[in-house]
């Protein structure tokens, strides 16, 4: 069973607008990943939040912990067509050895 | 470094046939680890390995089998393909034993008729 539960699990925007995906998970974690894949590519990752952070940037990036919540969310700000991809969560399962990656948020950057 | 390599890119088998699906990384990563990608899915986790000699299963191993005798290989093996083993798999490395950041190969798309 998925860990990770992306929303939505599409998203269209414009270029300059602001995108926002969210994450939840089921279990305590060490740690929060989010990467992208590029459609036929293999997944880059974007950034890592540890359980005892609420929240990391990183460029246009800001990503979110709520571990109360057991949720992350990922925030992409003045988006580009290259932004255009799926975009994944990924948690540990606390023993730091499994990762388990969510569904998705496939995202569509309008020029 | 060429980072995480994987060949081949593409493969079509006969249910039935076996093969061995190649990843190596240059970056003298500890852990190593194969997922499995279906249409519209996120990864599945078949097989990790935290190390030269450690192996251990994922969430899905069933039908695989892996090995890591060195650091830098971590071949994944189809022991009896089958037309639910059709799929895109990603091999991934990472520094430390645990699950840091993740380095993916680009991927092998497995048919198997």
């Known amino acids: 069973s998925q860990q990770g539960e992306e929303d939505p699990q599409a998203l269209s925007i414009q270029e300059g607008e602001n995108a926002t995906m969210n994450c939840s998970y089921k279990?305590?974690?060490?740690?929060l990943q989010w990467y992208r894949q590029n459609s036929g590519r293999g997944l880059v990752h974007l950034i890592l939040?540890?359980?005892?952070?609420r929240e990391k940037h990183s460029g246009r990036l800001r990503v979110t912990l709520d571990t109360s919540k057991k949720s992350s969310s990922l925030l992409i700000t003045a988006s580009r067509a290259a932004d255009t991809a799926s975009y994944f969560c990924?948690?540990?399962?606390?023993?730091?050895?499994?990762?388990?990656f969510g569904e998705g948020t496939q995202l569509t950057v309008n020029p | 470094n060429a980072g995480v390599t994987q060949t081949p890119k593409f493969q079509v088998l006969k249910t039935g046939q076996s093969m061995t699906l190649q990843c190596a990384q240059d970056m003298n990563h500890e852990y190593m680890s194969w997922y499995r990608q279906d249409p519209g899915m996120g990864l599945r986790l078949i097989h990790y390995s935290v190390g030269a000699g450690i192996t251990d299963q994922g969430e899905v191993p069933n039908g695989y089998n892996v090995s890591r005798s060195t650091t830098e290989d971590f071949p994944l093996r189809l022991l009896s393909a089958a037309p639910s083993q059709t799929s895109v798999y990603f091999c991934a490395s990472s520094r430390s034993y645990n699950t840091d950041t993740q380095y993916f190969g680009p991927g092998t798309r497995l048919t198997v008729l």
């Open positions: 990924a948690t540990d399962d606390g023993s730091g050895s499994r990762l388990t």
């Open positions: 279990t305590s974690i060490n740690n």
């Open positions: 939040i540890r359980s005892n952070e």
